[in-house]
């Protein structure tokens, strides 16, 4: 929409779509004025984004304009990590760029791997260009394991997919089980769903080892050690089994394996769950009755859930629950942990991994990216790598075990660019930063894992000094390998980024036509996904046993898998610590917009009044939380949230902004979990002293 008003400036509203790793993607309207963005705000046409955005992304344009952007290419100088870069021109960035990659690539392309996640979620500017560029040259595959993978395919491995629940739905819900997810900082959208379904004399339930501010609004919380949602799952089970508050029918027809999960769930009576999980016994109790008994009870479950080692069987045993109940039966019970399995996106045509021909490049994972940095190189791993190139993504700051991260980033001999808004502890490392376009600034497409719409994102200005999309440097830097290698020369390395976004839907159901005039597009889905079955696995069937696990070596039916790092297992580190989102950041994004920072402070952890006491610790004070890993330097915040022998160390804050140049990362290990090769985040033991 565009006019003048009456003062004669040209004034326009742009729709677009939010980026950001977050399961509500908002439509968006930028205000324009003159060229210049004065006020992002969400679309009130859009059901799901109801015209409300989150603190975070109301700040956006503080975030385009800030005035540490990266504006032009920058080359490194001085020695790596020193911070002296100059500004080069892109022509000259892109073709040293263009010749070193080349130069590996002549012997050993898998020594070249691409790095990138979910910094911006769209299908341009997150996985088109980028992967056409990777598979042409032959670099090494991405395990793109990050934040997701376990819950993913535990639910692939029950479901058949990222299926679940339609998130408006949960409205109508009786009782909703909020698991793993503080929902009013990360998931506001479902949130004012599960707001209106209490309204109207729904009971919540928050189970989280943190008393969130999602908690603080709920009828119960059950406040239960890190790790520990398989058992209580199982105890659930158990209640259900020995009650009879099941759906007979339903497991008749449409589970596959229920003789051998009810012969597990038996192993575990509510007393053995409540020792596991710490919580009184009564309360798993009362919980299995509420579940068992109530019509339209649905589950809300996210990724914190899974970032343990039990992470994919914690996931699975919770996926099984609906079917036990019957709970799919209403579009108002089930469970959704996330939708992304329903969109028609053809990611084969703007990836193309059919560049890669009869190469069958190695895949390293994006969780041990610390331990694949500082690898020599060996029969058994391949190349060393000698050139990363990153993007939509801080490595140095949000990959585990931070330390040797940043060691690997830091070699003399890696050759590293990253695409950047700004010097983020990763950008510091680089050999070249080029500056990309924020969302304001180009084209994109989205699908979302928390609701069903497809949304289209125009640019609603120029690009701010001489930042270029993602797509377009990687098409740019295909012109210059293609005087090197002619295949770059080919047209698909021509496609524009608009090109790219009719792409992501051509031949599919998405009419592009209206994504242009409305933003976004909803797509016809189910109301009740499974209410006959219609699971997508090989059985059809709900699969509460998985031939398809089995046959990867892992046990087929769902079982509480102890933390790698119990506490106390050690005696010298007696404490959990997990580590969700600030509520003013997402990962480690925002985390340089003055306005949210002021608003976090400082790093803290979180700690309850007992374990600070036996510590002398008071609130503010300045601590040192360590283990055989690192340390970390932040202050005490006693402030009600963290569970007696748990601390919460809340993220992910810049390294480069902490007190002794670390943040929660510096403690968490490499280890992966049992489903997924994700990363284990919540389960890290440490203690914690008061620095002089
Ligand atoms: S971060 Fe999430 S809640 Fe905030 S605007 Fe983006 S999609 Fe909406």
Redesign the pocket.
């Known amino acids: 929409m565009q006019y003048h008003n009456n003062t004669t400036h040209h004034v326009s509203a742009v729709k677009g ?10 439509a ?1 309207i930028t205000t324009v004025i003159d060229g210049v963005a004065t006020k992002v705000s ?1 679309n009130a046409d859009h059901l799901f ?1 109801g015209g ?7 700040k ?1 344009t503080e975030r385009t304009y800030h005035a540490e952007r990266v504006l032009k290419p920058l080359k490194r100088v001085g020695p790596k990590g020193g911070g002296q870069f100059v500004e080069v021109t892109w022509d000259e960035a892109l073709t040293d760029i263009a010749t070193r990659l080349h130069r590996i690539a002549t012997h050993a392309p898998e020594a070249v791997l691409p790095y990138s996640y979910a910094g911006t979620m769209g299908m341009v500017q997150g996985e088109s260009m980028d992967r056409r560029f990777f598979h042409q040259l032959g670099a090494s595959l991405l395990d793109r394991t990050i934040c997701s993978s376990a819950g993913g395919e535990a639910l692939l491995h029950t479901y058949g997919g990222k299926l679940g629940m339609r998130v408006e739905f949960f409205a109508e819900s009786r009782l909703i089980l909020i698991w793993g997810s503080n929902s009013i900082g ?4 479902f949130w004012r769903f599960a707001q209106e379904a209490k309204r109207n004399g729904a009971r919540l339930v928050c189970i989280d080892p943190r008393k969130s501010e999602t908690a603080d609004k709920c009828h119960e919380h059950l406040h239960l050690l890190p790790g520990t949602d398989a058992a209580l799952a199982l105890a659930l089970m158990h209640e259900l089994i020995t009650n009879d508050w099941l759906d007979h029918d339903y497991i008749a027809r449409h589970t596959l394996g229920w003789e051998e999960l009810k012969e597990r769930a038996l192993q575990w009576p509510p007393e053995r769950a409540a020792e596991v999980c710490g919580l009184p016994v009564e309360q798993i109790r009362q919980l299995a009755r509420d579940y068992g008994t109530t019509p339209q009870a649905a589950i809300r479950v996210n990724y914190g859930v899974q970032r343990a080692r039990g992470g994919g069987n914690a996931i699975r045993a919770i996926a099984c629950l609906p079917a036990l109940v019957g709970a799919w039966r209403h579009r108002a019970g089930g469970l959704l942990l996330s939708s992304s399995g329903i969109y028609p996106f053809r990611r084969a045509d703007l990836q193309r991994p059919d560049l890669l021909g009869k190469r069958r490049p190695r895949t390293i994972n994006m969780s041990t990216i610390g331990d694949a940095l500082l690898h020599p190189g060996a029969a058994d791993f391949g190349p060393r790598v000698e050139a990363i190139v990153v993007y939509n993504s801080n490595p140095v700051a949000v990959a585990p075990e931070s330390h040797k991260v940043a060691k690997g980033f830091a070699r003399d001999d890696l050759f590293t660019v990253v695409l950047e808004h700004f010097m983020t502890d990763t950008a510091d490392l680089a050999d070249y930063v080029l500056p990309a376009t924020t969302q304001l600034e180009h084209w994109d497409i989205h699908g ?1 894992y ?1 609701h069903s719409d497809v949304l289209l994102n125009r640019p609603a200005i120029a690009p701010e000094g001489e930042a270029r999309s993602n797509a377009r440097i990687f098409r740019d830097l295909a012109k210059r390998m293609a005087v090197l290698d002619p295949a770059f020369a080919a047209p698909h390395f021509q496609d524009d980024d608009e090109a790219l976004c009719r792409a992501a839907v051509a031949g599919t159901n998405v009419d592009f036509d209206q994504l242009l005039v409305h933003g976004f597009a909803s797509l016809a889905v189910p109301e009740a996904p499974f209410a006959d079955g219609g699971f997508q696995t090989p059985s059809g069937k709900c699969e509460f046993t998985s031939a398809s696990l089995a046959a990867l070596g892992v046990n087929p039916l769902p079982d509480h898998i102890p933390n790698y790092e119990l506490p106390n297992a050690d005696a010298r580190y007696p404490l959990a610590m997990i580590s969700p989102p600030a509520r003013n950041f ?1 990962n480690s994004t925002f985390v340089n917009v003055k306005s949210l920072r002021n608003s976090e402070g400082r790093p803290l952890l979180e700690m309850h009044p007992d374990d600070a006491a036996s510590r002398a610790i008071a609130d503010g004070d300045l601590l040192r939380v360590h283990n055989a890993r690192g340390e970390h330097v932040c202050h005490a915040s006693i402030n009600g949230r963290a569970r007696k022998g748990v601390v919460v160390g809340l993220g992910i804050w810049w390294r480069k902004n902490g007190e002794n140049g670390t943040n929660v990362n510096e403690l968490t290990h490499q280890q992966l979990t049992d489903i997924g090769r994700g990363p284990c985040f919540y389960d890290c033991a440490v203690e914690v002293e008061k620095m002089a």
């Open positions: 779509a939010c980026p950001h790793d977050c399961p509500d993607t908002c968006l969400g984004t409300v955005l989150c603190a975070k992304v109301s956006y990360s998931n506001l959208h979302s928390g997402l």
